[in-house]
């Protein structure tokens, strides 16, 4: 498994150059951009989770991404900025006056890790605030925070307690089904 870390300046250019692009080839054609994958290096080739986030005037305005590593990273993040774009059921369609209005940030997963834990409170020491993104999961209902979400949500219990709203869950269910993973991320923004 590639490091986060292995991404070059050049690499972290073309990611956002791709994720720009895929935007303006959706108004025109409404599909992601194609990707032919023997045109990048082999980092931008390997199988990794990202998410795009797009922002227009520092609001959010589309955030859609993966959680598991089936695609090559370019594949991915010109498929999820085109679904940032154009199918965040959340907000309307990016249009062409939104364009140079909006920012791009990028983050790029490591493999998921699970904790183990035995009660909220152990969850609640082993979480590392600021670092950590999480995936909750109990049954079929499935939620995650990206560690860019501790820059709202600072205290490790109420990040915890929004996770579980956001997955459907009341925010104090304690239950054995409840299946904690962590993540880290790689973030690249064009708006730096």
Not at 58 to 84: E, H, M, P, W, Y
Not at 158 to 164: H, I
Not at 166 to 192: C, V
């Amino acid at each position: 498994m590639h490091s986060i870390d292995q991404l070059s300046q050049t690499d972290r250019v073309t990611l956002l150059d791709t994720a720009r692009r895929s935007i303006l080839h959706g108004l025109t054609h409404q599909l992601p951009l194609p990707v032919h994958i023997t045109d990048y290096t082999e980092t931008l080739t390997v199988k990794r989770a990202c998410f795009v986030t797009l922002l227009k005037n520092q609001q959010l305005r589309g955030c859609i991404g993966s959680l598991q590593a089936s695609k090559a990273l370019i594949t991915d993040v010109s498929n999820n900025a085109f679904s940032a774009a154009f199918k965040d059921f959340r907000f309307d369609p990016v249009n062409r006056e939104d364009i140079d209005l909006i920012s791009i940030h990028l983050s790029i997963l490591s493999e998921p890790e699970p904790i183990m834990y035995d009660s909220d409170q152990d969850l609640i020491n082993k979480i590392r605030p600021g670092i950590d993104g999480l995936i909750l999961t109990k049954a079929k209902q499935r939620g995650t925070f990206l560690p860019s979400v501790w820059e709202s949500i600072q205290d490790p219990e109420q990040f915890l307690q929004q996770l579980k709203c956001k997955a459907g869950l009341d925010k104090n269910d304690w239950s054995e089904q409840i299946k904690i993973s962590r993540y880290t991320t790689e973030t690249i923004h064009d708006d730096t």
